[in-house]
């Protein structure tokens, strides 16, 4: 099926509206954990549950998406997403905005095009956020002065009074040891990292990166999108060069999988350009084949927000979930 007529079938079928969802997981209890029911996702259905306490980074929600076709006899992909309060429901996103993620993979489901998926939404801290999702191995690569400087600067922006820790590392070990025991024990899943993704966008982006970079054994496909690669808000060439080695120590073909990479050209996303360039160059010496288990693409007029990544996360999911003929 040509990209074009791929589209506009799967944007006819969004506006179509939802499938009813014949489960009512309301209240129910998977493995002692107890799920409720979250109203707000125009497709399937969106389970929550506030009881994983963890050791790792502070207590929140750890939701989980349903697509309308999901059968527990039957083994689904795990896609794994950062920030998911803002993947479902724009109501409750800060800046009513979302990536529609129900929609998308409601329909290219429908069309057969993918793995039946669900979508475990890991929800960022807050003023936190970005202190948990900076990539630990090359923070601690930057130089002290630059990295204090770059870190209060993210703490003003978040309005936080301090500066936090970063822990990155922490948040892949709430993943890897907390969250992924629950997933695989409350649901029908398949286990194995050719059918577990990990996603996320801007610092989102980068996490997904190294996430498969430090876990290459259990994420198979690694989606970042919009990818941050300046760290902090102002152009620079630090972050992006420990970022480099990190990709060309870690990021090889004979250890990872597939990975996506993808930007825009507004907004945030003007700035990121040169760094990609230079990243494509790294996954080619370490053995990457375009468009095979590595793939790069850029979105003329696309700017750094929840709606330029809804219009074209089918393309990365197709690229990690595609169904074989």
């Given amino acids: 099926m040509n990209r074009s007529k791929l589209i ?7 506006m179509l509206g939802s499938c009813n969802f014949s489960n009512d997981f309301s209240g129910s209890d998977h493995q002692g954990i107890a799920w409720d029911t979250i109203e707000g996702p125009a497709k399937g259905v969106l389970l929550q549950t506030d009881e994983l306490v963890s050791a790792y980074i502070s207590n929140r929600p750890l939701q989980v998406w349903l697509p309308s076709t999901y059968d527990s006899k039957r083994k689904h992909a795990v896609l794994y997403m950062y920030d998911g309060q803002m993947l479902f429901d724009a109501s409750n996103a800060w800046n009513h905005k979302e990536w529609r993620v129900d929609e998308v993979i409601d329909s290219l489901m429908g069309l057969n095009e993918i793995l039946p998926t669900i ?8 003023q936190q956020r970005s202190f948990e999702y ?15 400087s770059m870190m209060a600067d993210i703490s003003k922006d978040y ?44 610092m989102g982006g980068l996490m997904s990166m190294y996430a498969i970079g430090e876990y290459p054994n259990i994420f198979g496909s690694a989606i970042c999108m919009s990818t941050h690669w300046p760290g ?4 620079n060439a630090d972050a992006p060069k420990v970022f480099q080695s990190y990709i060309a120590d870690n990021i090889k073909q004979d250890r990872v999988g597939k990975i996506y990479f993808d930007y825009g050209t507004e907004t945030l996303d003007e ?41 074209r996360l089918y393309i990365p999911l197709l690229f990690a979930l595609k169904k074989q003929r």
């Fill in 159 to 202: 309005s936080s009074d301090g500066v936090f820790n970063v822990k990155s590392d922490d948040y892949l070990s709430y993943i890897i040891e907390e969250v992924m025991p629950v997933i695989n024990e409350s649901f029908h899943v398949n286990e194995d990292k050719s059918a577990t993704v990990i996603a996320g966008s801007s």
């Fill in 134 to 148: 900076f990539p630990q191995k090359p923070y601690n690569e930057l130089n002290v002065a630059f990295s204090d």
């Fill in 8 to 14: 506009g079938i799967i944007v006819l079928s969004i």
């Fill in 271 to 311: 700035m990121y350009e040169p760094f990609q360039m230079q990243v494509d160059s790294i996954l080619e010496l370490n053995g990457f084949q375009k468009d095979v288990n590595w793939s790069t693409k850029k979105f003329q007029g696309a700017a750094h927000d929840e709606l330029s990544w809804a219009k």
């Fill in 232 to 235: 902090g808000y102002a152009p």
């Fill in 119 to 126: 979508v475990v939404a890991l929800h960022n801290g807050g």
